[in-house]
Structure formats: structure tokens, C-alpha cells
């Protein structure tokens, strides 16, 4: 054994067994001391047993060694089907596929795969594989290490696309194109020709959902704002509305890079195939409609976009609104997938008024079926006019004061870049969209007004004005006609804030319905928080919200105090303004006990059943009230708790528990105890079942009537016709109540008593 020129030597291992070795000729250090030990090795299974002839499959190494090679091979594949299994073009596939020239068995078809890890999970593609069953195997590069897999290749189902709903928009809004994928992941989608639209666009399609053996869905948003610009926007104007699909831009037809969509009908085609050479939409300068003649052989389904013109606004579109200041910094994440626009304005206490208290929240919404395309949640105006391009002169949101001083315009701040005045400010910073919603038709902005400067007083109403420009190229066809803008305005006015106090709360009942009211102009949903104090007696806080209608209600519960106390009431809403006064408790009414109710179930039990017991409570004060309770059954605590109901309430506090399972005869004691003291009790009895007993058959054997001489011996009519039997015959006894005879007879005896008393009358 030597060296080479470098003094490296190496050495062939193949005689050697495993274990521990060193080289002579120096000291035994580690640095010339080796192991040698057997590689394991095994390809694990497929992760399938068989694999369509257009699909993958993931796989694994599985070795004892760090990184490694080796040689693959199969029979029926040659080493060109064995490349395209393994040398996918995959993230997943880090390692090197290559040839390999076995001198040995030149027969044999081999790949050789270097730099396998095991940490990594691969991927082999049998996509145009003959069908068949396969055996692999795979033999380490420079060990006797081997491992073999057998994967069975079967003829996948042919894929099918086809379109879902219509599709009708409206120009400025984004449309969605339902696309359905049968036995495939994905296809190929094309918006309009230029033949019939003057607009083509190509998109690849593909769904994150495997579809074997069934369809999926893939929604294709089309911003018809940006799909029309020109190619650098085309490629951000369509997206998947499930963010786990996939939707790309393959080719742009050079002459589509329109400025604007028109309005009409746009064709849709779904195709298998394309043109591999043209999905770099970059590339698309010298486009044909030869280069995509795989599009057309492979269609699958038509149908038709259909793009419309804006409608007017109305004029009532605009609505001023108002929201507690404090709700306005989290509002646009409490708006989730579940929510719609209107569920955020009612969960945020956003509430259409035409009165702004100074410090509240103003919120200004729109309602349209337009325009949304260029509203999206955190943009300003300033975002918005980038992105439209329009320099403020296309539409803008306008807050304009309705009176003025003489010989002065009114005060105006706008969302449009170009002012008219030195009375005019832009406030493109100060308008945000909270939240837009095209399926409701609504868009709703937040205006801050707080930098609008000393002109914005209050005491002074004013206009919110959305107008559009009859010259834009997205305004409707009635303002372009009439060449009128279009607008819709509201109004509000600014007030001081105010806070009062009702004077009622001079005198609170002592009882525990207590309560502080008073009225104020700011937000609905405000919260407004009080400070009852009389020195020595009590000290209490409570807060509560501002209503709908201005006006709030804190409750407190003085039933421990008498009347005639002294106290003094201070309260503040959360922007600042109180309001105090000083009062004294009067008698309250006190509150009246729970009603309660305990029934049993069966009420009448018999031995051997099963009997529940169920206990309801009601609380018929006009205020929360507490009850400690305990139900006691024949010794034993069943319920023992604190009932808690608020006005009006009920509960059922036991529900049929069973009191007496297979029940034996006898008396058995319940009780119901409320604060300590006994509110109700009694008794359940259990009784034999004397549905078989000698009394049942008696009352009806019909003995009475059997004919004998004592039951019709005597004159029916006679005066003591009934004396002379009524106790005479032992069988005569009826549970009835018709002694001494049957039912028949004693109907014939009073009618005879009848017809004898109408004789005399006459």
C-alpha cells in the first residue's frame, strides 16, 4: 500500500470485517485510527402502493451513513424513464441524477442518484410511465448495501375542466370566475380574444385540494382595474379567493394592454394543455394565435364574463356615523372571514347619526355596487388615488361647512388633489378605509378629523359629499349623458360634548333596583362609569354603556340601607365630560321571594318505579335577585347552591333526578329550604299496584242487574221504591254511586219520578 503524490492512500475495505483499525508507522492517535462498519440501507415504501401515470409519489432513504449513492435500476424502464421518475424538477429532489456505464452488465439500465440524506423526503414523477408493475432496485454506489420497492404504474382517470356560476360585474369591482377540476389539480384558463374582446389573457389554474376521483373548485378573482393597465398590473390582477390555490399569469396577448376594460361580453375557455414555450408572460411580444394551438385542441369548456357599466350613485348613499373614539383602534382586526361589514357596525357600536360628538369617532359609509376594486381595508386616499392613478379628479370623499361668514366660502376639505380655494384642505391622509365589502354593496371609511385645523368648529354643520366626475371613464352612462357629476351627500352637525345627570337621582330607592340614569350626546356605546358614596354607609362603582337613544342606566343594590341617608353621585364618560350631584335614599320596595316549584314524576308512584324529581324557580322582580337553596329527599341533599336570576328570569334548578329507582312502599319526606328556612315540603307516597286486586272486578260484574227478585220486586213507581232496597241486598253495593241498582233502572226511576211530577202539575 503507498501513498499518492499528495500522501493520500486509499484503501479497499471489502476484505476487511468490521471493527476498529489503525495505520502503523506513527503513534495511535485519532487521526490515524478508522472504523468500519456495515451499511444499513433500505428504500422505504412508496408512499403509495400504485401511482397514476400522471402523477407523483413521495419516497425515502433510509441509511446508517450521512450522505451517500446509489444505483438504481428496473425491469422494463430504461434509464431515460428511470431519469424522468427521479430527476423531477422538485425542491424536494436535492440530489444529482446522472448516468452510470456498468462495464459489468452492459444490459442493464442504470441511473446513478448522488448526494442522498436521509433527512430529506423525495419525489419521483411517473408521469407518461407505461402502466405495469414495477420492482426497483437500488444498490449503494460503493458498498454491497441494496434494497429493492415495487410500485405498481395504473392509467389515470382523464381530467376535465368546466366553469360554475355566470359571471356578471360590474366595472371597478373585482369578478369571480368559478372554475371546477375533475381527476385533475389544475388547467389552463383564458379571459377573452382579442377576435371578439380586444382583450387575451392565459392563466394557469391549480387547486390546492387533491382532486382524484373527485371535482374541485378553484375561484379565479379578476381585478377589472388592474387586469386592464398594462402587464406589470395584469400579472397582480388575478389571484385565488382560497390563498391555498394557486393562480398565475402564462401569456398576455401584446395588443391587450388596454387602459380600461369596456364593458360586454368577454369569452372564457378551460383548456388541458398550452404551449409550454409560452408561459412566461414576459416572453409574449411575439404572440400568435399558432403558438397556442395545444390550447385550443385541449379545450374543454366555454362560456362567457360579462362586464357592466356603473350605475348613478343615489343620492342617499352616504351616511355619517359615529363610534366611541376608543373603538376605532382595533376596529378593522375584529372583522374576520365569518363577518360581514354590517356585523362589524353593529358589534362596534358604529351608529348612523347626524350629530358628532367633538372627540367621537366619524365614520362615513358608501353604498355601491362599484368602485370596490380600488378599496381594500388600512388604505387611505393617498393609497387610493396611487393606485387609481387619478390624481384626486375621478371621485373623492368632500366634507364642506354649510354656512360661512360674509363676503367667505365655506370651509372644505377634500380627498381630491386638487383644491379650489385657499378654504380648501386635502385630507387624502385623514380618510382610511376600514372595511369594504362588494357582495354588500358597501364601503366604509374612517375620517380623523382631528387635524382639520381651527375652521372645523363646533356648533357648525356640515355636508359629506362622495362625488364621482361625469368624464371619468368608469361614471355612469346617465352622468357622462348628462354630464352631470354624480354625488350623494349628508349632513351632520359637530357638538361640544354634554353629560348629565337626571335629576331623579336625587332620591335613590333603598332597595336593590337602585339606579343612576342620565343622558348624553356621544356615542352610542360609550362607556360611562359612576361613584355612589355616603361616608360611613357605602361606597359603590358601577359602569354601564351610553344607549342608542343617549341616555344610560348604572344599577346598584342599596336593599342593605335604610331611608334618609345622605350621599353624593359623581359620573364621567370615557372622553372626559361629568356631571355630580348630591341625594338622599328614599323607601324602596322589597323584593319578593323566587316562586318555586316541586312536582315528581310519576306524581302517584306504585312499587318498582322510577321516580324523578324536578325543581323550577322563577323571579318575579323587576331586578337581579339571589337565593341560597337546598333540596332535601328523604334525608338526602340533592341540590345545595346560590340561584342567581336576573329580572324575569327562571331556571330549572333540579332536572328530573332520580329521586326513588325501583321504589318500594312507603312515605318519603322532601323538603325545600331557602336562606335557611323551610319554603316547601312533602311527602311522596308509594303505593302497592292494586290494578289487580278483587275491588276492580266488583264494581263491574254487573250483579245488580242480573234479575233477581230484589232488584225489580217492588212497584218502580212507588214513593218507597227505592227505601225498601237501598240496603237490603249485600249485592246491590256499587262503586258508582248507584246503590241497589244498575244504571238502566235508576235512569227509568227518575224518568217515571218526571212524568209522575208533570201529571200533577197539570
Excluded: C
Excluded at 239 to 258: C, G, R
Excluded at 313 to 330: F, I, K, M, S
Excluded at 520 to 544: C, H, I, K, M, W
Aim: hydrophobic share 30%; aromatic share 8%; glycine share 8%.
Amino acid at each position: 500500500m503507498s501513498s499518492d503524490d499528495d500522501g493520500n492512500v486509499e484503501i479497499d475495505t471489502s476484505p476487511l470485517e468490521a471493527g476498529n483499525y489503525f495505520l502503523e508507522g506513527g503513534d495511535a492517535t485519532p487521526s490515524n485510527q478508522f472504523e468500519i462498519v456495515v451499511q444499513s440501507f433500505s428504500a422505504t415504501d412508496f408512499e403509495d402502493d400504485t401511482v397514476d401515470d400522471d402523477e407523483t409519489v413521495d419516497f425515502e432513504f433510509n441509511s446508517n451513513r450521512g450522505t451517500y449513492a446509489v444505483n438504481v435500476t428496473a425491469d422494463g424502464l430504461e434509464d431515460e424513464d428511470l431519469d424522468s421518475i427521479f430527476n423531477t424538477s422538485t425542491d424536494n429532489n436535492d440530489f444529482d441524477v446522472t448516468d452510470y456505464d456498468n462495464s459489468n452488465d452492459s444490459d442493464d439500465e442504470v441511473i446513478k442518484i448522488s448526494g442522498i440524506s436521509d433527512a430529506d423526503d423525495y419525489t419521483a414523477n411517473f408521469t407518461d410511465i407505461d402502466t405495469g408493475e414495477y420492482t426497483f432496485d437500488f444498490e449503494s454506489n460503493d458498498t454491497s448495501a441494496t434494497s429493492n420497492d415495487t410500485i405498481t404504474v395504473t392509467e389515470g382517470e382523464d381530467g376535465s375542466l368546466s366553469f360554475g356560476d355566470e359571471v356578471i360585474e360590474t366595472r371597478t369591482n373585482t369578478a369571480e370566475i368559478p372554475v371546477e377540476l375533475e381527476e385533475t389539480d389544475q388547467g389552463y384558463l383564458r379571459v377573452g380574444t382579442m377576435e371578439d374582446a380586444g382583450y387575451e389573457v392565459y392563466l394557469l389554474v391549480e387547486d390546492d385540494d387533491n382532486n382524484e376521483g373527485e371535482t374541485g373548485e378553484v375561484v379565479v378573482e379578476m381585478d377589472t382595474i388592474a387586469a386592464a393597465n398594462n402587464t406589470s398590473s395584469v400579472e397582480d390582477a388575478f389571484s385565488p379567493a382560497d390563498s391555498d390555490d394557486s393562480v398565475s399569469l402564462e401569456v398576455v396577448h401584446n395588443e391587450s394592454a388596454n387602459e380600461h376594460l369596456g364593458s360586454g361580453d368577454y369569452p372564457l375557455s378551460l383548456s388541458t394543455d398550452i404551449n409550454e414555450t409560452l408561459t412566461d408572460a414576459n416572453d409574449a411580444t411575439d404572440f400568435s394565435e399558432d403558438d397556442l394551438e395545444a390550447f385550443d385542441d385541449s379545450e374543454e369548456d366555454t362560456s362567457y364574463m360579462t362586464l357592466e357599466n356603473r350605475q348613478t350613485l343615489a343620492e342617499d348613499a352616504v351616511t355619517a356615523h359615529t363610534a366611541p373614539q376608543g373603538n376605532l383602534n382595533d376596529i378593522t382586526d375584529e372583522l374576520d372571514d365569518d363577518e360581514t361589514l354590517n356585523d362589524l357596525i353593529e358589534e362596534e357600536n358604529i351608529t348612523a347619526t347626524d350629530t358628532v360628538a367633538d372627540g367621537d369617532g366619524m365614520l362615513v359609509s358608501l353604498e355601491t355596487e362599484g368602485l370596490h376594486s380600488y378599496f381594500e381595508e388600512g388604505d387611505t386616499f393617498e393609497d387610493i388615488n396611487s393606485a387609481a392613478n387619478s390624481n384626486g379628479q375621478d371621485f373623492n370623499l368632500t366634507i364642506e361647512g354649510e354656512d360661512s361668514g360674509p363676503n367667505a366660502d365655506p370651509p372644505v376639505w377634500t380627498t381630491s388633489d386638487t383644491v379650489g380655494s385657499d378654504e380648501t384642505a386635502t385630507i387624502n391622509d385623514s380618510v382610511e378605509v376600514v372595511a369594504a365589502n362588494q357582495s354588500e354593496g358597501t364601503v366604509l371609511f374612517n375620517v380623523d378629523y382631528s387635524g382639520f385645523g381651527s375652521e372645523f368648529e363646533t356648533g357648525d354643520s356640515y355636508d359629506t359629499t362622495f362625488n364621482v366626475n361625469y368624464d371619468w371613464e368608469y361614471a355612469s352612462e346617465e352622468a357622462e349623458d348628462n354630464e352631470e357629476n354624480e354625488e350623494a351627500v349628508d349632513s351632520f352637525d359637530l357638538e361640544q360634548r354634554e353629560f348629565e345627570l337626571d335629576d331623579s337621582n336625587e332620591e335613590l330607592p333603598a332597595s336593590a333596583t337602585a339606579t343612576v340614569t342620565g343622558e348624553t350626546n356621544v356615542a352610542p356605546g360609550t362607556e360611562v362609569s359612576d361613584r355612589l358614596r355616603s361616608a360611613g354607609n357605602f361606597t359603590q362603582s358601577n359602569d354601564a354603556y351610553v344607549a342608542d337613544d343617549g341616555t344610560f342606566e348604572i344599577g346598584h343594590d342599596l336593599s342593605e340601607y335604610e331611608a334618609g341617608i345622605d350621599y353624593t353621585l359623581e359620573a364621567d364618560e370615557e372622553g372626559g365630560t361629568e356631571d355630580d350631584l348630591e341625594g338622599t335614599t328614599i323607601p324602596g320596595d322589597a323584593l319578593q321571594s323566587f316562586d318555586y316549584d316541586v312536582s315528581t314524576d310519576p306524581a302517584e308512584p306504585t312499587v318498582g318505579d322510577t321516580v324523578t324529581g324536578t325543581v323550577s324557580v322563577d323571579n318575579p322582580n323587576d331586578a337581579q335577585k339571589s337565593e341560597d337553596v337546598e333540596f332535601v329527599f328523604d334525608g338526602e341533599t340533592l341540590y345545595n347552591d346560590t340561584v342567581d336570576l336576573d329580572s324575569g328570569a327562571s331556571d330549572t334548578i333540579v332536572d328530573g333526578a332520580t329521586l326513588l329507582e325501583t321504589a318500594e312502599k312507603g312515605d318519603y319526606e322532601w323538603e325545600l329550604i331557602v336562606d335557611g328556612e323551610t319554603e316547601d315540603s312533602g311527602t311522596v307516597t308509594v303505593a302497592e299496584d292494586d290494578s289487580g286486586s278483587d275491588d276492580s272486578g266488583s264494581d263491574d260484574s254487573g250483579s245488580d242487574d242480573s234479575g233477581s227478585d230484589d232488584s225489580g220486586s217492588d212497584d218502580s213507581g212507588s214513593d218507597d221504591s227505592g227505601s225498601d232496597d237501598s240496603g237490603s241486598d249485600d249485592s246491590g253495593s256499587s262503586d258508582d254511586g248507584t246503590p241497589g241498582f244498575g244504571v238502566g233502572v235508576a235512569l227509568v226511576a227518575l224518568l217515571g219520578a218526571a212524568m209522575l211530577a208533570l201529571r200533577r202539575q197539570n
